[in-house]
């Protein structure tokens, strides 16, 4: 957390924060079940087009900072380049819009709508699954907000099905990634701010 200005005892540690730019993030965490899941994590990061967006990669996870449609873009791309026939893999992730505690600092470059990945992707088209969690912050009227998101998932036919706490969906790789960008598209300009956590897994051995 950067330090915006100066503070008192009655401050919130982000206190004088506060981002003037239209920005995403994503903080995410990618688990490969594999021996080789060093090689995997960092073969699949080595290979996204970062070029329109701010990334850091920590011990504990990655950040990447840009366009909502951009921060997606090379969301989707890590995953597809961590796939492998009969492998298990994860991604935790948590999705912010609208962050009091973000700052206008670590900038993507010049701010354009182009996505540079997804041209590389087209034809992936594997099953996954995934659950998710909606969180419009700061509006009491939340629920038909997190309603409108579930039947945004009915449209795209990705079957839909409430579960404790969250929401799981099934459906190809890249309809999926798409559907949670669209989640946080649509509460956009609605909601000062969101934040949308979610899993995606490829490959699970359980049986439902």
Same mark, same amino acid.
């Given at each position: 957390?950067?330090?915006?200005?100066?503070?008192?005892?009655?401050?919130?540690?982000? $206190?004088?924060?506060?981002?003037?730019?239209?920005?995403?993030?994503?903080?995410?965490?990618?688990?490969?079940?594999?021996?080789?899941?060093?090689?995997?994590?960092?073969?699949?990061?080595?290979?996204? *087009?970062?070029?329109? @967006?701010?990334?850091?990669?920590?011990?504990?996870? $990655?950040?990447? +900072?840009?366009?909502?449609?951009?921060?997606?873009?090379?969301?989707?791309?890590?995953?597809?380049?961590?796939?492998?026939? /009969?492998?298990?893999?994860?991604?935790?992730?948590?999705?912010?819009?609208?962050?009091?505690? *973000?700052?206008? $600092?670590?900038?993507?470059?010049?701010?354009?709508?182009? !996505?540079?990945? +997804?041209?590389?992707?087209?034809?992936?088209?594997?099953?996954?699954?995934? =659950?998710?969690?909606?969180?419009?912050?700061? +509006?009491? *009227?939340?629920?038909?907000?997190?309603?409108?998101?579930?039947?945004?998932?009915?449209?795209?036919?990705?079957?839909? =099905? @409430? @579960?404790?706490?969250?929401?799981?969906?099934?459906?190809?790789?890249?309809?999926?990634? *798409?559907?949670?960008?669209?989640?946080?598209? @649509? !509460?956009?300009?609605?909601? /000062?701010?969101?934040?949308?956590?979610?899993?995606?897994?490829?490959?699970?051995? $359980?049986?439902?």
């Amino acid at each position: 957390m950067p330090d915006c200005g100066p503070k008192s005892h009655h401050d919130y540690p982000w $206190t004088g924060c506060g981002s003037n730019k239209d920005l995403a993030g994503c903080r995410f965490s990618l688990y490969p079940l594999d021996r080789s899941y060093e090689e995997i994590i960092l073969g699949a990061l080595s290979k996204v *087009d970062l070029s329109k @967006i701010w990334s850091q990669t920590e011990a504990l996870s $990655t950040v990447y +900072r840009g366009r909502l449609s951009q921060v997606f873009d090379c969301l989707s791309a890590v995953f597809v380049y961590s796939f492998r026939e /009969n492998l298990h893999v994860c991604l935790e992730a948590q999705a912010i819009l609208g962050c009091p505690g *973000d700052d206008d $600092t670590d900038q993507p470059p010049p701010l354009d709508d182009l !996505t540079v990945n +997804r041209k590389d992707l087209e034809g992936q088209d594997f099953l996954v699954k995934a =659950k998710l969690a909606l969180y419009p912050l700061g +509006r009491p *009227d939340y629920l038909p907000i997190i309603a409108q998101a579930f039947h945004l998932a009915e449209k795209a036919d990705l079957k839909p =099905k @409430i @579960i404790h706490y969250a929401t799981k969906i099934d459906g190809p790789v890249l309809k999926v990634f *798409d559907y949670l960008k669209e989640v946080l598209a @649509i !509460t956009q300009g609605k909601v /000062n701010h969101q934040a949308l956590h979610f899993t995606v897994s490829v490959n699970s051995p $359980t049986v439902e």
